[in-house]
């Protein structure tokens, strides 16, 4: 286990291990088809999925001392109002540490996604050094484009990830 990953704060937010007690919280993210617009298996569709989705999540804190984050505000403790982190995941055959926020869309332009992201960076080049870091983002997914940008993390390359364009940034 990474301890650095597993709870940690910013100005305005808690970024914590998931546990089991947040399922509700990954069904009513990723059901919803705001939120999902540029997901390329679209929105969950039952809490069965969610469960499958959370499960996979926990199996990676659990096996690798990492994985994605339920984030709180800190002036509304017990309220996820998103996810974010890294995870492994294998890319065109090389193990990365993918980058990912996802949040409800009445925290959009908040600048959660950006301040979280930025957190999840630092931890990953502090303690997984020898894992690149990747986003792989939707071409057409402006506002996540930016956050990559504002990251400064450099669009390497555009590929076909299940189906459709997705660039792939990678932090420096």
């Known amino acids: 286990m990474i301890q650095h990953f597993e709870?940690?704060?910013?100005?305005?937010?808690l970024l914590r291990r998931l546990q089991e007690s947040d399922l509700d919280a990954v069904f009513?993210?990723?059901?919803d088809p705001e939120t999902n617009r540029f997901s390329r298996s679209g929105p969950v569709r039952s809490l069965d999925a969610a469960r499958e989705l959370l499960a996979l999540w926990l199996e990676d804190w659990a096996r690798l001392g990492v994985g994605y984050w339920a984030v709180e505000r800190l002036d509304a403790p017990g309220t996820v109002v998103g996810f974010s982190g890294v995870r492994h995941k294998q890319l065109e055959g090389q193990t990365v540490l993918n980058l990912a926020y996802r949040f409800s869309p009445q925290w959009w332009g908040s600048g959660y996604a950006t301040e979280v992201a930025r957190v999840?960076?630092?931890l990953a080049r502090k303690h997984i050094p020898d894992v690149p870091v990747v986003a792989l983002i939707d071409v057409?997914?402006?506002?996540?484009?930016r956050?990559?940008?504002?990251?400064?993390?450099?669009?390497?390359?555009?590929?076909?990830?299940?189906?459709?364009?997705?660039?792939?940034?990678?932090?420096?």
């Open 7 to 13: 709870r940690t704060t910013t100005e305005r937010l």
């Open 28 to 31: 009513t993210i990723h059901a």
């Open 120 to 122: 999840a960076l630092t």
């Open 140 to 145: 057409d997914n402006v506002a996540s484009l």
């Open 147 to 172: 956050v990559a940008e504002r990251l400064g993390m450099r669009r390497d390359r555009v590929i076909d990830y299940v189906g459709a364009p997705s660039a792939v940034y990678l932090a420096g």
